[in-house]
């Protein structure tokens, strides 16, 4: 089959490689509908998160299961399933408590020895714990929000949780990719009074808009984090979503969060770490987030989505076949595209 | 009148200084019955935290109002009050969001200019928002639990709300100073399933049992870690007290909480600063607490220990009267004293 790899800082390619196959009885074999370039893909694309040269990548799929293990009961030939980004046995502690992203028999899509989401198929571990099936008569135009829902979408929405939005909070989101748009619908859908949107791009503002921002702040550094101050009457806000996890981007929200308020992270960190807990201490300023469980959250979400009350889709803003899938990756470093559909 | 000032490390000394008076018509001045001496008292004793030569010292303390400003409404001469270890004016924001510690015309006992709470009396800045009276009948042997309301207790129960205590949570507390202590008592009053206190020192760890510890761990370093990892079927405590504030107690903490756990942390910050995000990223982690805003619990509480539900009082070992107030420090440094209450 065709699937992606990485070689190299920049260098994407489509190559032949063995077939999906079960390998496991609680496995199962995806055939992959959409898939899509993540921001985190890109950390490796750069170069700065270490890939081993050829190393399949992608990590967000839906598709149609074409083959399962003996052992497999939740899932049949012929749905169509979400695959969240990590895979998951949905019976430890920790899947039975919500992190399932900490699963003692999880992992992620293309780490090495799995198929990552950019091909054309990909064998799934723990298939009754990690694949969620949609029902069969769902409209296939639904098919990019529920794509949306294998991470950026359930990651926005741990941010929001994490970050402690409730219905009247008032949030701002750092960050204006695929997950901060993602953070800005789900505080929005959790009943945020206000919601500010940080970011520098027009396209990505409307889209913003469009998920329920209330204001928009194009400002950078001390300069956003003083116009985030003065829509807040000097206060901050008291949940703020950092998208991104970089050192600007966590300055950022540090300087617009609200003493007794909440920062809620899901941008991997990146770049000098070290969180200053004296300043923290004195501003009763809480953290909470990490790498999302989004597998605990795609009930609900898809729920939303099947109702026709929650549509993350207009996040993609490209198209591309499997074969061009290079391209993508080019045209979401460029900043030309906000994050592109993959299409085997 | 007599008080309490700090000359320099271990140099504490009882002085003549000027009495207290009404200085603005929002102030009260309170004739203060018992005072006591804070783990957080030491820091300025060892000299780590600078304070200026002469500097009032003590935060915790209750008394009766001795006389009051012409805008104060809620107390009256006559009253019996507590003071919550920072005073606020109970009507901004931040009071308003229960953060009484960022009031915006807030400020701490003893900071320069105001008097510390080790004296015969303390002028009480914006007394309507501050001082907490308790009913005219209550018997006087609850002195001490009202005492310590004025702080460690506020400040445990601050801990283990920002840990997520809730019904049925698995708790660690890592600290037996006084704070440790009531955040044992109120994890315990929160519902916890099983809380494991960690300490050293056994007439600390009668106290702890008695305040609901479930679990003792005497061991301290990774050896703590591993033994509380034990204790737990490996998975750690989903509720992390963090009641110290050192590198060495925020590895413990670190070790010993449960992937998508939280720490709460009350612990001043001290020594080398910086928590790593990559590590809580990943297990989900979540971090929060702070300077706690007692004030906000005092009501709560206060009715618990009227009611008979509550009593703090056991993290007073020693009461010694105001002109030996250098000795109390000297025996909760040499740690032959858990909590000193000083009577002037």
């Known amino acids: 089959m065709r699937a992606t790899t990485i070689h190299g800082p920049g260098d994407i390619r489509v190559e032949d490689v063995p077939d999906a196959v079960l390998a496991e009885p609680t496995d199962a074999v995806v055939r992959v509908e959409l898939a899509c370039v993540c921001g985190s893909d890109l950390w490796a694309y750069r170069g700065v998160s270490k890939r081993k040269p050829g190393q399949r990548i992608g990590h967000e799929f839906v598709g149609e299961v074409v083959d399962v293990g003996s052992e497999v009961t939740s899932v049949r030939v012929g749905d169509r399933v979400i695959a969240p980004f990590t895979w998951s046995d949905g019976t430890c502690e920790y899947c039975a408590a919500g992190v399932q992203t900490s699963c003692r028999r999880g992992g992620i899509w293309g780490q090495t020895g799995h198929d990552g989401g950019q091909g054309e198929a990909v064998r799934v571990p723990q298939a009754d714990g990690t694949l969620v099936a949609v029902p069969r008569d769902a409209d296939a135009k639904l098919l990019p929000a529920f794509l949306s829902l294998s991470d950026v979408m359930g990651t926005g929405h741990h941010a929001a949780l994490s970050a402690g939005v409730v219905p009247g909070s008032v949030v701002a989101v750092v960050g204006d990719g695929a997950v901060g748009l993602c953070g800005v619908l789900a505080a929005s859908r959790l009943g945020a009074e206000r919601v500010i949107a940080m970011g520098r791009h ?69 770049g000098p770490d070290g969180l200053s807990l004296k300043d923290l201490f004195n501003r009763n300023v809480g953290v909470g987030g990490g790498v999302a469980p989004v597998r605990q959250y795609l009930p609900e979400l898809l729920a939303d989505v099947l109702a026709g009350r929650l549509d993350p889709s207009p996040v993609f803003d490209r198209t591309m076949p499997l074969e061009d899938v290079a391209d993508a990756y080019r045209a979401m470093e460029d900043r030309k595209a906000l994050k592109v559909v993959v299409k085997p």
Do not use: M
Not at 203 to 225: C, H, I, N, P
Not at 232 to 258: F, H, K, N, Q
């Open 202 to 270: 027009e396209d990505r503002a409307a889209v913003a808009r469009l998920f329920g921002a209330t204001d928009q702040v194009s400002e950078r550094g001390e300069a956003a984090v003083q116009r985030v101050r003065e829509l807040t009457g000097g206060l901050g806000a008291s949940a703020v979503l950092e998208c991104v996890g970089t050192a600007p981007s966590w300055e950022t929200a540090l300087g617009i969060v609200r003493d007794g308020g909440r920062i809620g992270y899901v941008g991997v960190p990146h």
